[in-house]
């Protein structure tokens, strides 16, 4: 009784730091990035002395940011596919192996501006297949309740890193040269991965084989296309991340020219910055706590595009510093909100997708609005930039009064486990197709709107899952007799779409339970498409089903 009354436990920002395996990739993590930051001062420093152009020098930034937008799908594909343990030591390790010759080449004093922008090239390759899998795993590490304190922690941990990295790299460069921050770079891999070594992760096993590379990366999409509260997530963090990043993009201008300071104060703007982000994330368990997704994101928006006005117009540090803050506090709060959105609102088996196609789209937006506020500030001036960024960042909180983000609370999304391959008469194996059913449903005049209306839901879940060619036909001569009608390509395919069906699904065959007047289960018609030919040829086929039947294949019924 006592334990029933007591007051329920306030949630902890730091309550993922609880679980041993969480802890130590958390520290393990941080120290690689700090690394990967001392590593891009060492080599636009280098850049600077090998190659003294501007393009050159952006190219630095340009090769590692690159690779994220190249090939997170592919890496989201990779990492919901194989083991996730697994994809980051092989990434992990060869970003070592990179920073290793980068970091010989550079003692050897034989980098070229061009080596060196393909050294920084694939440590970006390494850092787009890891970083997928690397979010996706949070899930893993801790419970669904601590995985949105697990986000804040781990954008915490690298606005630390941002904030200290920088200052750190041009105190190595200064002191001993770019090679061995390159050094540094590569020895601060090594904790990761032993880390990651001795962690033996619970996988249960998969009763199908994985996707195709290809297969993998359109399924992502489509799920992701075919999930409305997803799909509003990608959209309101393009909308974001094009807004807020002008007070990165503009940071040195905003410190020389509207401060009217040297690179002290230009650290100084960083450093208030990365303090604000360490705080929103912080405060950010709190917050969510008492406020919505919803309205976190859009109190974010709107203080970062105060933040950003007050930083247009101050022209003095006294106010340019505490805008900072503000900014960066909203800067993590609302991407840590749009992480844990995309990773509590899709299941499993494709979060790594769904998330590497959340990064491409913020990243996306970033890398817009840096072009975009640069060229603003070019013509037209520092202060009209950020003015113009604010304006976008209040339409940005405007957005959620048509597109709002979702309540992650509540939900179920693992799989739900009430559907079992059927027997067939027909031998059939995984590559067996193309696939055709047809469910048949029996409903009443009077039910008939709200039986529509449900299988519009069903319509796009059985889309989402990978269903093709869906219809719904009433039958002219029985008015209450319905037919839902899908296609897909192979009874592998059909036996994984069924299985992807989650117990927040669950309510939809519930409703339709309701609504169907014959005998359940409905009667399931499941036929393989075949086309017209000769008896000799439909011989020869009906040969191959039979041979092939008899293979090893898992999924084959007879």
């Known amino acids: 009784m006592a334990d029933a009354q007591a007051p329920a436990e306030r949630p902890s920002a730091l309550a993922p730091l609880r679980h041993p395996i969480f802890r130590s990739v958390w520290i393990a993590s941080m120290a690689s990035n700090f690394g990967g930051l001392i590593q891009s001062v060492g080599a636009s420093w280098m850049m600077t002395s090998i190659a003294p152009s501007a393009d050159m020098v952006a190219l630095v930034q340009a090769s590692v940011t690159l690779p994220i937008m190249l090939l997170s799908l592919v890496?989201?594909?990779?990492?919901?596919?194989?083991?996730?343990?697994?994809?980051?030591?092989?990434?992990?390790?060869f970003m070592l192996a990179a920073s290793v010759l980068l970091s010989a080449a550079a003692w050897a004093g034989v980098i070229t501006p061009w080596l060196l922008l393909l050294f920084t090239f694939l440590i970006g390759c390494g850092a787009a297949l890891n970083s997928p899998a690397w979010q996706a795993s949070v899930g893993d590490m801790v419970p669904r309740q601590d995985l949105p304190a697990a986000v804040a922690l781990n954008s915490m941990g690298f606005n630390i890193a941002r904030s200290l990295g920088p200052a750190i790299g041009g105190a190595i460069v200064a002191a001993a040269g770019a090679a061995a921050a390159f050094a540094v770079n590569a020895l601060s891999y090594i904790a990761l991965i032993v880390v990651l070594a001795r962690w033996r992760p619970e996988r249960p096993p998969s009763p199908l084989p994985p996707e195709t590379l290809g297969a993998a990366m359109l399924s992502g999409v489509r799920y992701v296309v075919m999930s409305p509260k997803v799909l509003v997530v990608l959209i309101r963090s393009l909308a974001f991340g094009t807004g807020a990043s002008a007070i990165s993009a503009l940071m040195p201008l905003i410190a020389r020219v509207l401060v009217g300071g040297g690179p002290l104060i230009y650290g100084l703007l960083l450093g208030a910055f990365g303090v604000g982000a360490v705080g929103g994330a912080m405060a950010s368990t709190a917050l969510r706590s008492r406020l919505t997704t919803e309205s976190l994101v859009r109190a974010a928006s709107l203080a970062f595009a105060a933040a950003a006005a007050i930083t247009a117009l101050s022209g003095t540090i006294l106010l340019t510093v505490p805008?900072?803050?503000?900014?960066?506090?909203?800067?993590?709060?609302?991407?840590?909100?749009?992480?844990v959105s995309v990773q509590m609102s899709t299941p499993r088996w494709v979060v790594a997708r769904a998330l590497s196609l959340y990064q491409m789209t913020a990243f996306g937006g970033m890398a817009l609005g840096a072009w975009l506020w640069g060229t603003i500030a070019e013509h037209g001036g520092i202060a009209e930039a950020l003015l113009a960024a604010a304006g976008v960042l209040v339409a940005c909180a405007l957005i959620g009064l048509l597109l709002p983000l979702a309540d992650i609370k509540g939900r179920d999304l693992a799989p739900l486990r009430r559907w079992d391959a059927p027997d067939t008469a027909v031998p059939v194996d995984g590559r067996t197709g193309p696939v055709v059913v047809a469910v048949?449903?029996?409903?009443?005049?009077?039910?008939?709107?709200?039986?529509?209306?449900?299988?519009s839901e069903r319509r796009r879940i059985r889309r989402r899952d990978g269903a093709h060619n869906w219809v719904l036909m009433r039958d002219l001569a029985d008015p209450e007799l319905w037919v839902e009608r899908y296609h897909a390509p192979t009874w592998l395919d059909y036996v994984r779409l069924n299985n992807r069906l989650t117990k927040d699904d669950a309510e939809l065959f519930d409703r339709l339970r309701r609504l169907h007047r014959g005998s359940w289960p409905p009667h399931v018609h499941r036929m393989i498409e075949r086309e017209a030919r000769s008896s000799a040829s439909d011989g020869a086929r009906l040969a191959r089903d039979m041979a092939a039947a008899q293979t090893t294949d898992p999924l084959r019924l007879s």
């Open 440 to 455: 048949e449903w029996r409903v009443a005049e009077s039910d008939v709107p709200a039986f529509l209306d449900t299988m």
């Open 323 to 339: 805008a900072l803050l503000v900014a960066g506090a909203g800067w993590v709060l609302a991407l840590s909100s749009f992480n």
């Open 75 to 93: 890496s989201g594909a990779i990492a919901d596919s194989l083991d996730r343990r697994k994809v980051m030591l092989v990434a992990q390790v």
